[in-house]
Nanobody, 124 residues
Framework: QVQLVESGGGSVQAGGSLTLSCAAG????????MGWFRQRPGKDREGVAV????????TYADSVRGRFIITRDKAKDLVYLQMNGLKPEDTAMYYC??????????????????WGQGTQVTVS
């Protein structure tokens, strides 16, 4: 069972930056993709950024491309989401997720097998 724990959320003014972290606990299955998703108030959960662990290939939602960066620290087994130029519409609960899909990574929620509890980001 993969355990994912997010941290780094908080409140920030528009134009500011935050970096979220995701720690994966003890696991027994191979994760191929790690991703960040968010659920904005009154909206469905959506993909934000994902990373293919094997080759570090990344995919971003159009709404965040050029502002957000997903990275991984292999030694620490941490995945980060650096968020720059934050906008009020980025306000959401942000979730870390892991996929076992061996064929590639996408922003599609149903491809992700494990989820964290989320961390709140509020932009005013």
């Amino acid at each position: 069972q993969v355990q994912l724990v997010e941290s780094g959320g908080g409140s920030v003014q528009a134009g500011g930056s935050l970096t979220l972290s995701c720690a994966a606990g003890r696991y027994t299955y191979k994760r191929n993709c790690m991703g960040w998703f968010r659920q904005r108030p009154g909206k469905d959960r959506e993909g934000v950024a994902v990373l293919w662990i094997g080759g570090a290939t990344t995919t971003y939602a159009d709404s965040v491309r050029g502002r957000f960066i997903i990275t991984r620290d292999k030694a620490k087994d941490l995945v980060y989401l650096q968020m720059n130029g934050l906008k009020p519409e980025d306000t959401a609960m942000y979730y870390c997720a892991a996929s076992l899909n061996p064929y590639g990574c996408s922003l599609v929620l149903r491809e992700y097998n494990y989820w964290g509890q989320g961390t709140q980001v509020t932009v005013s």
